[in-house]
């Protein structure tokens, strides 16, 4: 799983990079370019709930192998795309198999390792996940500038085949597999359509005028149509559940401020401070490298004093590292916005192996698939809704430097509010023995709780 997360956070990282050759390439605009990333994207936040609830009642290595094989096919058709047209449809069938494979990485680790050690199982992972986006960064502007950027969808192909053969020996079969049932298109069919319209406003937002926030409200009919579809049902109770809201509101408002900074940083750095785009990446890289760092001490800490408290402690350390970039000037330097990056990335490291763990803690078992992808629809939302953020805000300020710093103390804002709720537990939790004895579960109460509910 750990090498699933690898090739997910290098495809993502590296097609970045290799954007503007493929425009150039392809001779496309920038506006139809961009949906290179974003559809494959698209599915991920569309197809994500959908996917997970047919994967909890199927044969787990089927549905890895099949994922695999059918990214590996659609990596290889993006690479040989004859043009813009094709090269987007190619990676919306790449995210249709991905979004599987990212429900079912937290599935698969959750059920190979004991209680005890999820912590550290989920901070091994998370840390491989950041080494890939280290390794796009810094490889795909080698790939393109030597082989060309079709490699960079090449390299899915060989990882794809070496995954399919270690599902086949590792992970053991729970069933059979078998296709959605019907009811899922028209689920699919709504969803799809509201994250595609929310998605095409995200994109509009650099435009003057609320025309993009009223293309938004749009998604909403659609929504509640889906909300009352009887397969909707599971997929509530699963969200209503506390130990599912808290993690997935502050992975959301984290993969916000991250998609933020990825966003904002190289235009203030480039275009504001003058920096050279190589000093510009490298400074990027500080704040995965110290995620990396920071992730199997997240899942060992967590493992031992429990996941709310180490999660908080990683949340602290993102919302400190925020406000450090809030006072960002002229004067500064790229090594200035670096550290304050290794600290925001520190933060991460902490909090992501405890937020995951949390959250998978928290479903029945017949819904740890569908929670699994509530997860990655929280995430990839999260990195849709940053940069649209960042834009807005700096538009306020004429793009200036004081928009920058609008837009820091923005995703300040969003990751403190987010973390209200879980310092507001904690803090309940700790009053509790002090004010009432903590009531002995039945023994047909304890039989309903959720898998690894009892978090050590």
Known sequence: MGLAVFMGSLDMSVVNVALPAIRDSLQAPTTTA?????????PLVALGLPTGRWLDGIDRRGA????CAGFAAASLTAGLAPSIEWLIAARVVEGVFSTALMALIPVLVTTSVDARVR????????AIGMLGLITGSAAGGLLVASVGWRAVFFINVPVCLVLIVLAYVQVPRNGRLRLPERSAAGEAGCLTGAAGIIMIALTLATSDGPQWLALGLVAVPLLLIWRRLPVSVPVRKLLVLPGMRRPLGTLASTSAAVGLLFFIVPFY?????????SVTGLTLLALPVAATAFGPIAGLLADRFGYPRIELLGLAVVISGLATLVPADLSWQAIDVGWRLALIGAGLGL????NMSAAMSAPPRELLATAGSATSVARQGGFAFGPALATLVWGMWSYSVAGVRGAFAAGTVVVLISAAPLARHLWRDRMKPAVQPVAQASPAERADEPLGSENP
Do not use: E, H, K
């Open 269 to 277: 750095l480039i275009t504001l401070l003058r920096t050279p785009p």
């Open 64 to 67: 890895l192998v099949c994922s």
């Open 119 to 126: 912590g550290r199982a989920m901070g091994i992972v998370d």
């Open 34 to 42: 961009q949906w290179v990333v974003l559809g494959y994207l698209l």
């Open 351 to 354: 909090f992501n192996a405890p």
